[in-house]
C-alpha cells in the first residue's frame, strides 16, 4: 500500500492563485500514487525516491509540466518527452494544457512515473557533456585577454557554473548581443557568483 506522503510546505503552492492549479493538483494526485517523497525545491513541488529527484511539477504561460529528472535514459513509445530546450542534457518533459488532457492520459503518465522509478531504482547515469565539450565565444576569449583576473576567476567557478555562462554567452546570433552579456556579467564573474545565484557585488559603491 502506497504511504500518503504529502508535504503541508508545498500546500501553499497548490493553493496559490496559478492559472493551472486545477492541472497542478491533478498531476499532483497522479504522482502521490507512487511511493515518492514530496518535497519543495526550485520553488516548485519535487518528487524524490531515497533523496534522489524523479520529477517535479511546474508550469508555464502556455503549459504545466511533468518534469523528469532523467527522462533523457527513459523509453519513449508515446513519443511525449519534450526537451525543454537544446541545451537541457537530461532532463525531459510531458506537457499539458487542461485537466481532461490529463485525466485522459493518466494510465500513460502512471507508466512513465513507473519507468522513471525503476530508471532511478537501477541507478542509471546519463553521460553528461563537460565543460571542455562547450566552445569559449570568441568575445569572451578577447575578454580573458584583455584581463586575465577574469579568467582566472571563471576557471575557479565550479563546473556547472561555467557551462551556464557558456551557454548564455553563446545564445544570441549577433556578436554585439554576446558583447553585451558578457560585460554585463563581469562583476558576477569576479566574485565567483554563477548566472542564477543571487548577487551582491563586493565593488564598493
Not at 4 to 13: C, I
Not at 83 to 100: A, M
Not at 106 to 128: N, P, R, S, T
Not at 187 to 198: K, M, Q, V, W, Y
Request: net charge positive.
Amino acid at each position: 500500500m502506497v504511504k500518503n506522503l504529502k508535504n503541508p510546505k508545498v500546500d501553499e503552492f497548490f493553493n496559490s492563485p496559478d492559472r493551472w492549479q486545477k492541472e497542478f493538483k491533478k498531476l499532483r494526485q497522479i504522482v502521490l500514487s507512487f511511493d515518492l517523497s514530496e518535497d519543495f525545491k526550485w520553488k516548485h513541488p519535487c518528487y524524490s525516491l531515497d533523496n534522489n529527484n524523479v520529477v517535479l511539477i511546474h508550469g508555464f504561460k502556455d503549459y504545466c509540466a511533468l518534469l523528469f529528472f532523467k527522462g533523457a535514459l527513459m523509453k519513449d513509445p508515446q513519443h511525449i518527452l519534450i526537451q525543454q530546450t537544446e541545451n537541457v542534457q537530461v532532463s525531459r518533459q510531458i506537457r499539458f494544457t487542461s485537466v481532461k488532457e490529463i485525466s485522459e492520459m493518466e494510465a500513460v503518465i502512471k507508466a512513465y512515473i513507473k519507468q522513471a522509478i525503476k530508471v532511478e531504482k537501477a541507478g542509471l547515469k546519463a553521460e553528461m557533456k563537460t565543460t571542455s565539450d562547450f566552445a569559449i565565444p570568441d568575445e569572451l576569449q578577447y575578454k580573458f585577454d584583455e584581463m586575465p583576473r577574469l579568467r582566472s576567476a571563471f576557471e575557479s567557478l565550479t563546473p556547472g557554473r561555467q557551462r551556464g555562462y557558456l551557454l548564455y554567452f553563446s545564445a544570441p546570433i549577433q556578436s554585439k548581443t554576446r558583447e553585451s552579456r558578457i560585460e554585463n556579467y563581469v562583476d558576477r564573474i569576479l566574485d565567483g557568483i554563477g548566472l542564477n545565484d543571487e548577487f551582491t557585488s563586493k565593488k564598493k559603491k
